[in-house]
């Protein structure tokens, strides 16, 4: 009986052995990708290995995240600002051979917007002419879309207004040039194809679900000369501890997502040598819903936020070094203007919530804070921020009030639907502007989700939206930024996220902590133990 | 005869099972479509209800995902878009069964003997001993154990890799955090089985006989006292051969497991559904299988 068992266990096991040559640089890559189609993916752990796989007219700059030309060679802007022309490379090839020409990207672009793609982020493309009716199905000629190929290698692009960061647009993976044939042939399982073209440094090898995706080396892609690693391995790792030990047992060499840091250990973690800590776009507030009794009152809201000690929440239970925050955009963002904000000022609040009738918190109702849990080690901070605030508003404040977790599906339904009072929130800029950060507020916005409405801050962010001259658009954004934070207070922002990444600089080279975290793969090299030597003769 | 009539009889069972996992994971507050940030306009939206049909009635949709099913087709996941149901089954499934597998044999190589072992030597030290070891195994939950087996075996002795699921010593610290419930499990239900087994009246009688010590206890009171076990098998075996959520992400392992926990956190509902019914059609055969196991280690046992 035993032997028969130790015999099946060895046959088994023979099962798992897998033989494949080694990563020239192994990356853990925080959650398995959702989708590697650039026309549908949302996320960052996504974005990172498309980057590799596929490029738009514009790729990242490596050191600055700010758009360089990809694989257009050059570009023209018409000086008002709507006419976008785009001279592609003559050089361009796909992976698998066959030239990549502007009727690629034309198309590329039209898929994005066709309603049964179903692109969540074909937002992005709406800066174009017709490219909302298009997806709206209201317009089914896709010549009617601001996006044309004027012959083999130009491309010319109508915007609805001008647009200042419509380049960095032309960055992102919605933008990307994907291959038709393939697409055309298997449909949404074209990742699926083998061999799969691709326009970027990198070819997908293959991609294990939960296992890995590896990545090698495009020899037809225009730059391939400065592609500096052959193969990449890219694994999905979802718990922090599992990815700090492989990280220290040398199994990996670049930890690169914020969720695989363990929480309790960041402090003495980022004390080491090998472990990076950067600003990056991004946001963590407190919604308010509006339209519930008292927070309709801009004063209560204005007490909240001051009675906050933004400071002891960053030092005591995020401790990652991140800025604490007085307006919604990150300082450093490209074209803006930082906003006063509101700081730290316990008697002032406790002032205006005796005006607005709550003297000392007395005759406060109840009211719930509600935040989501997660299956990561983010969930304690959500929580331990959750009690801080509880704890805070009771002290100085003297008003009681309940925490509410939420399982995430059933938080973000919650607060899409105003079904709550006040609402831990966190935004993720999405290009280096503030437009980002800003444009979410406006009344109608899918992700305003306070129930503010404000005419004039819409006014403002519309107007900004039109306004050519960067230093005007800065202040209209300014004006629009001090009603949100300062004056009708919708939301209150804690801090700006600090990221982290785990790697060796004496091993590897090519990353570059940038404001998006953005590190595109053809950059980045492991530098070999043992450098070759010279031979004398 | 008997095992026919159970095999017809599973299909309603699984169309109910089926039925019922569909309308309670589309009852779920939030959709797969939930997201930190909104679609820039409600057409977004429409377009992607429009593309998974999410846009009918549930009905509707059940009888369309009725008709896949009949195909073979258990529909495309809609939180990983570029894969199938299928594909995601067909990549999980076998490594959730090898370490299943793994995991059972380690059960059951660890438990059988153990349970001999503390009922032969039933009231003494050995038995406390084993007694005790088992019912650490059966107490000590895997997101303990996995971690602490990582520490010793990988982090302190280096015997072991940390994770991962490349060669066969990275499947011996998850085979054994999966197993050692199952084992301890065992360990206890052999012990018990043994124990009963030596009173009763036929090993009394084979006694009397004269029949010798051993070939009592390994001939005659296993037969009898691995009954228990085997109806705990069935279960348990379909058990680890779906995948275990937490032994699966601590190390790492590109299962089955966790794309069940996350699908119904992502309300990914085909892929809940799916896996609801892989686990049913498993269960379900298992139990057959020891039902059958049951008719031929014991001859009092008979299906009408």
Known sequence: ?537 | MYFIKRLIFSIPLLLVISALAFWLVHIAPGGPFDRERAPASPAIERNLEAKYHLNERVGKQYLRYLDGLVHGDFGPSLKYRDHTVNDIIAQGLPVSMTLGSLAFCFALGIGLPLGFFTAARRGRWEDYTGGLLATLAVCVPGFVLAPFLIVVFAIKLKWLPVALWESPAQAILPMIALGAYSAGKVARLFREGMLNAMQSEFVTAARAKGLGENRLLFKHAVRIAVLPVISYSGPMLADLLTGSFVIENIFQIPGIGVFLINGALNRDYTVVVGLALLYAVLLIALNLVVDIAYTWLDPRVKYE
């Open chain 1, 1 to 537: 009986m035993f032997w028969v068992l130790a015999s099946v266990c060895c046959l088994l096991a023979s099962g798992c052995i897998r033989s494949e040559p080694p990563a020239d640089l192994t990356i853990l890559n925080g959650a398995e990708p959702e989708t590697l189609d650039p026309a549908i993916l949302t996320g960052q752990p996504e974005f990172r290995i498309v980057i590799g796989l596929f490029e738009g007219l514009m790729r990242l700059n490596p050191k600055t995240a700010r758009p360089i030309p990809g694989l257009a060679d050059h570009f023209e802007i018409s000086p008002d600002g709507r006419t976008y022309t785009f001279h592609l490379r003559t050089n361009l090839v796909w992976s698998t051979g066959g030239p990549i020409t502007a009727d690629d990207v034309v198309y590329s672009w039209i898929r994005v917007l066709t309603p049964a793609t179903a692109s969540d982020y074909a937002g992005q493309l709406f800066y174009l002419k017709g490219a909302e009716d298009f997806n709206a199905g209201k317009i089914k000629d896709p010549a009617l879309v601001g996006v044309h190929a004027l012959d083999k290698f130009t491309v010319q692009v109508e915007l609805n207004r001008p647009t200042p960061f419509f380049l960095d647009i032309c960055a992102l993976p919605i933008a990307y040039v994907v291959p038709r044939q393939t697409i055309e042939k298997y449909g949404d399982r074209w990742m699926m194809a083998q061999p799969l073209p691709s326009s970027g440094p990198y070819e997908l090898a293959y991609w294990r679900l939960n296992d890995k995706v590896r990545l090698k080396k495009n020899p037809h892609y225009w730059d391939a000369v400065h592609t500096q690693s052959d193969i990449i391995d890219l694994l999905p790792v979802g718990s922090p501890s599992a990815a700090l030990n492989l990280y220290l047992n040398g199994q990996a060499d670049i930890v690169w997502d914020k969720e695989l840091v363990p929480t309790e250990l960041v402090d003495l973690l980022l004390k080491r040598p090998d472990f990076h800590r950067f600003d990056y776009l991004a946001t963590y507030f407190i919604r308010f819903n509006v339209t519930r009794k008292p927070f309709d009152d801009p004063r209560v809201r204005e007490a909240f936020a001051l009675a906050i000690d933004k400071e002891r929440i960053v030092r005591k239970i995020t401790r990652a070094g991140e800025p604490i925050a007085r307006h919604l955009v990150p300082d450093g963002t490209a074209n803006y203007l930082p906003v006063q904000g509101l700081g730290y000022d316990p008697a002032q609040a406790r002032k205006l919530l005796a005006e607005a009738g709550y003297p000392a918190g007395r005759g406060f109702p109840r009211f719930e804070y509600t935040f989501n849990a997660s299956a990561g080690g983010a969930a304690e901070i959500h929580q331990n921020i959750a009690i801080e605030l509880q704890q805070m508003w009771h002290d100085q404040l003297g008003i009681q009030m309940d925490l509410r977790q939420l399982e995430w599906k059933v938080y973000l339904s919650a607060q899409s639907h105003l079904d709550y009072e006040l609402s831990r929130s966190s935004w993720v800029g999405d290009y280096n502007d503030p437009q980002t950060f800003l444009g979410m507020f406006t009344s109608d916005d899918g992700n305003n989700r306070t129930g503010w409405k404000n005419a004039r801050y819409d006014a403002l962010i519309n107007e900004a939206g039109g306004q050519t001259d960067l230093t005007k658009r800065a202040e209209l954004f300014q004006q629009a930024e001090t009603l949100l934070v300062q004056d009708e207070v919708p939301i209150i922002p804690l801090f700006y996220y600090a990221g982290v990444n785990y790697f060796d600089t004496n091993k590897i080279q090519g990353i570059y902590n940038n404001i998006l975290d953005d590190h595109p793969l053809q950059y980045i090299r492991k530098m070999s133990p043992k450098p070759k030597v010279q031979s004398p003769n």
